[in-house]
């Protein structure tokens, strides 16, 4: 139905930047909610930001002032841009979406693309 596919993981030094990229194909229209989770390796997958139909968005206490969650519907993308980038950032990313209103139910997912901020 809905198809979601990550890029934009690498390498990068600490107080670097990056973007990921979160491509959507499918049935798109029926997504209200798009998103981004990370998971680093012993720790709780947690979320780091979405953004609604409407443009509202919202981010984790963790990435809040670094990072920003934008989208461009003529390219069916949603932008994870990720700025002062710190170690503790390490993660494998995901990209979701969700169909209903409120609360978000993540029912589609990317593969995931690793982030490491390493010097």
């Known amino acids: 139905q809905v198809q979601l596919v990550e890029s934009g993981g690498g390498l990068v030094q600490p107080g670097g930047s990056l973007r990921l990229s979160c491509a959507a194909s499918g049935s798109i229209f029926s997504i209200n909610y798009m998103g981004w989770y990370r998971q680093a390796p012993g720790k709780q997958r947690e979320l780091v930001a979405f953004?609604?139909?409407?443009?509202?968005?919202s981010y984790g206490d963790s990435v809040k002032g670094r990072f920003t969650i934008s989208r461009d519907n003529a390219k069916n993308t949603v932008y994870l841009q990720m700025n002062s980038l710190k170690p503790e950032d390490t993660a494998v990313y995901y990209c979701?979406?969700?169909?209903?209103?409120?609360?978000?139910?993540?029912?589609?997912w990317g593969q995931g693309t690793q982030v490491t901020v390493s010097s």
């Open positions: 953004i609604t139909r409407s443009g509202s968005t």
């Open positions: 979701t979406g969700a169909p209903t209103s409120w609360p978000p139910r993540w029912d589609y």
